[in-house]
């Protein structure tokens, strides 16, 4: 059976071949990130943030093991601030793009708002307080979901 090429956003759908033509788009088949790579890009974004805080600390003139009590609530809201925005507006995060992976709504659509601020404070939140098995969900899930993607309905794909 051949498949339904998947046209412009403004060009109209038409079948091809013996396709029966239904008027949607149909699904492009998914390469889902597994748990090691998902971990490696978590690192990298770990990394990059600790070398912002770093510089930052200096600047401030803070103790780099201890900063003040104002100066981790920043970094805290910072580090969420980053994961959503970049989440939302990319896709990815800096790990995820030099891992290849990106955050996707299952239904297709572009991230929105609720779905990842759902996805990255609530849902992360879960699946790190039950001893991080819904983190390790990605592991064994037959589509790589971890749990706060099953609460916002989202996947995370090879790109």
């Known amino acids: ?49 600790q070398i912002v805080f770093i510089v930052m600390n200096l600047l401030l003139g803070e103790d780099l093991l201890e900063p003040s009590t104002g100066v981790s609530l920043f970094q805290s809201l910072l580090s969420l601030v980053y994961y959503i925005v970049m989440t939302v507006v990319y896709g990815q995060t ?6 290849g992976i990106k955050v996707v709504r299952a239904d297709g659509g572009a991230n929105t708002w609720g779905s990842i601020i759902l996805r990255e404070l609530p849902g992360k939140l879960v699946s790190s307080i039950i001893l991080c098995i819904g983190y390790m969900m990605a592991g064994w899930d037959r589509e790589k979901r971890a749990l706060h993607d099953r609460m916002a309905s989202t996947r995370v794909v090879k790109i």
């Not at 759908?13 to 990130?33: H, I, K, S, W």
């Open 94 to 99: 800096v790990g995820k793009m030099a891992t």
């Open 1 to 49: 059976m051949q498949a339904m090429e998947r046209p412009n956003d403004n060009e109209p759908l038409a079948p091809m071949g013996n396709v029966p033509f239904t008027g949607m788009r149909p699904a492009v088949e998914q390469r889902y990130a597994g748990f090691w790579i998902r971990f490696a890009a978590l690192i990298l974004d770990v990394i990059a943030l």
